[in-house]
């Protein structure tokens, strides 16, 4: 995502939007180009809010947006492109939470100009850390191999890239020493045949927990928009009617009983944009998302998980909420 602030000419002091609810990583790389992170809201299915998007950019005149599909959530895209389009702004998408994601059949991470994939531990294609990134604009596809760090013609053992094009940029751009390691490349790569069948793991175990939860009165599972195809190796869900302290006490429960969870508006959560202070100065309150992650718990599903397992999950979570209810 740095690259890819600096292929799109993201100077120091620029305004960037991006998303008030994602991983510190993505305001962290704003501040890495020393620009100005400006957040938007998000909604209660936690993707970014479309209206207030226009208003940010409005407001901000901002002309690059990093948009983060956190946990894997799709905002209206057909509304977001139109707000980009009408302040003729440069989408970047971080895809870190969301390979192999459809919105109306189309590839996210294909809506703007760059895409970008972590390859980190926790994420679908994982080899420790490192990351991916894909574009159809060749002169990005060459910048990103100088500024990766390619010199002295190298990139020539690697890549079909434009030969001429290359020449003109190599010494016109910094090589900023983000190099692929050969050992985490050929770790990637037999990954890359697997999503689609990791993809269906996913999809069916989240279907069967949502079928075993979603009906009792404490959880609000919101379902994504129709023309969205996730990935599904997550699952978030508001726990509603219930203090702070009990759902405190349903995390501290969960993670006893072997199933750990967080909830992403409590305790220090990196997640939390009230936690980033590096970018405090320049936020307002962002009401909607306190309200839409203060008791959203967070459960990950590995793909080892099987239908069995899954519903020993189900059974927890749901005897969990009436021992604290019994209690
Ligand atoms: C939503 C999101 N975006 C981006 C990143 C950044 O990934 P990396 O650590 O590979 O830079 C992460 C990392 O966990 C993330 O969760």
């Given at each position: 995502?740095f690259?890819?602030l600096?292929i799109v000419?993201v100077?120091?002091?620029d305004?960037?939007?991006?998303?008030?609810?994602t991983f510190?990583a993505?305001?962290?790389v704003i501040?890495?180009?020393?620009?100005?992170p400006?957040l938007v809201?998000s909604n209660?299915?936690?993707?970014?809010d479309?209206?207030?998007l226009?208003?940010?950019?409005?407001?901000t005149?901002?002309?690059?947006l990093l948009m983060s599909?956190m946990?894997?959530h799709?905002p209206d895209?057909?509304?977001?492109?139109k707000v980009v389009e009408?302040h003729?702004?440069?989408?970047?998408e971080d895809?870190?939470?969301a390979?192999?994601?459809?919105w109306?059949?189309?590839?996210?991470?294909?809506?703007g100009?760059?895409g970008c994939f972590?390859t980190?531990s926790?994420?679908?294609?994982s080899a420790?850390?490192g990351g991916?990134?894909i574009?159809?604009?060749?002169?990005?596809a060459?910048?990103?191999?100088?500024?990766a760090?390619?010199y002295?013609?190298?990139?020539?053992?690697?890549?079909d890239l434009?030969?001429?094009l290359?020449d003109?940029?190599?010494?016109?751009?910094?090589?900023?020493s983000?190099r692929?390691?050969?050992?985490t490349?050929?770790?990637l790569?037999p990954?890359i045949?697997?999503?689609?069948a990791?993809k269906?793991i996913?999809?069916?175990?989240?279907?069967?927990?949502h079928?075993?939860?979603?009906?009792h009165?404490?959880?609000?599972?919101?379902?994504?928009?129709?023309?969205v195809?996730?990935f599904?190796?997550?699952?978030?869900f508001?726990l509603?009617?219930?203090s702070?302290d009990?759902?405190?006490r349903?995390?501290?429960?969960m993670?006893?009983?072997?199933?750990?969870?967080?909830?992403f508006?409590?305790?220090?959560n990196a997640?939390?944009?009230?936690?980033?202070?590096?970018?405090?100065a320049?936020?307002?309150?962002?009401k909607?998302t306190v309200?839409?992650?203060?008791?959203?718990?967070?459960?990950?599903?590995?793909?080892?998980?099987?239908s069995?397992n899954i519903?020993?999950m189900?059974?927890?979570i749901?005897?969990?909420?009436a021992?604290?209810?019994?209690?």
């Amino acid at each position: 995502m740095f690259i890819a602030l600096n292929i799109v000419g993201v100077q120091p002091g620029d305004t960037v939007l991006t998303n008030a609810f994602t991983f510190h990583a993505v305001p962290s790389v704003i501040e890495h180009a020393r620009a100005v992170p400006v957040l938007v809201e998000s909604n209660r299915e936690w993707a970014m809010d479309a209206e207030d998007l226009d208003k940010k950019a409005t407001e901000t005149g901002a002309n690059v947006l990093l948009m983060s599909y956190m946990r894997g959530h799709v905002p209206d895209m057909d509304a977001i492109m139109k707000v980009v389009e009408k302040h003729d702004m440069i989408l970047i998408e971080d895809c870190a939470h969301a390979y192999a994601t459809l919105w109306n059949g189309k590839l996210l991470g294909t809506f703007g100009e760059i895409g970008c994939f972590s390859t980190q531990s926790s994420k679908a294609l994982s080899a420790g850390e490192g990351g991916i990134f894909i574009t159809n604009d060749d002169e990005h596809a060459a910048k990103a191999v100088l500024y990766a760090g390619s010199y002295e013609r190298l990139w020539m053992k690697h890549y079909d890239l434009d030969s001429d094009l290359m020449d003109q940029l190599q010494n016109q751009i910094p090589g900023y020493s983000m190099r692929m390691q050969e050992v985490t490349a050929a770790m990637l790569t037999p990954q890359i045949d697997r999503l689609a069948a990791i993809k269906k793991i996913h999809v069916d175990n989240w279907a069967l927990l949502h079928s075993l939860i979603h009906d009792h009165p404490n959880i609000e599972i919101p379902l994504p928009l129709p023309q969205v195809d996730s990935f599904c190796d997550t699952m978030q869900f508001h726990l509603v009617g219930m203090s702070r302290d009990d759902a405190d006490r349903f995390i501290d429960l969960m993670k006893e009983e072997g199933i750990p969870m967080q909830i992403f508006g409590a305790r220090r959560n990196a997640r939390d944009y009230r936690q980033w202070e590096y970018i405090k100065a320049h936020q307002d309150e962002l009401k909607a998302t306190v309200a839409n992650i203060e008791f959203a718990c967070d459960l990950s599903m590995q793909p080892h998980l099987n239908s069995d397992n899954i519903r020993v999950m189900g059974r927890v979570i749901l005897d969990v909420l009436a021992y604290i209810h019994g209690q």
